[in-house]
């Protein structure tokens, strides 16, 4: 699925929202729906209770700042999980870069960990962020 499909596609494609660059929309890698529903179902297992929270109700450069603190491998390759049938696959970098664009309050609940599943990233539509190693 290209991106502009994605169902979520709408957030970084629309003038009233954002619109990301096409060199960052063409790293946005939709999962297929078997394969988005295996990521959301690990996604699942995580743990989330012995984290560093952080309020996620800041700037967009204050959070790139908080979150590139907790890990600097801005080359990696996370899985970003909304629900069952929607998660894709970015650069940590980019994520970073545009996290207000992946994350909206008071909807969202997003879940990112890279391959390696070292750490994880939770993003609970309060506005809160915790970091799990």
Not at 30 to 54: C, E, M, N, W, Y
Not at 116 to 130: A, D, K, N, P
């Amino acid at each position: 699925m290209k991106v502009q499909e994605f169902p979520l596609a709408w957030r970084w494609t629309n003038s009233g929202y954002s619109v990301l660059p096409e060199t960052v929309l063409s790293q946005l890698q939709p999962l297929a729906l078997q394969d988005a529903r295996r990521s959301f179902k690990r996604s699942q297992t995580f743990q989330r209770h012995v984290g560093i929270t952080h309020s996620a109700d800041i700037s967009d450069q204050d959070g790139c700042a908080w979150l590139r603190q907790q890990h600097d491998g801005l080359g990696d390759i996370v899985t970003v999980a909304w629900s069952p049938d929607l998660a894709l696959r970015t650069s940590w970098e980019i994520f970073t870069e545009y996290w207000s664009d992946f994350c909206f309050p008071s909807s969202d609940d997003v879940v990112v960990w890279p391959g390696s599943e070292r750490w994880v990233l939770f993003y609970v539509h309060g506005e809160q962020f915790e970091y799990v190693l």
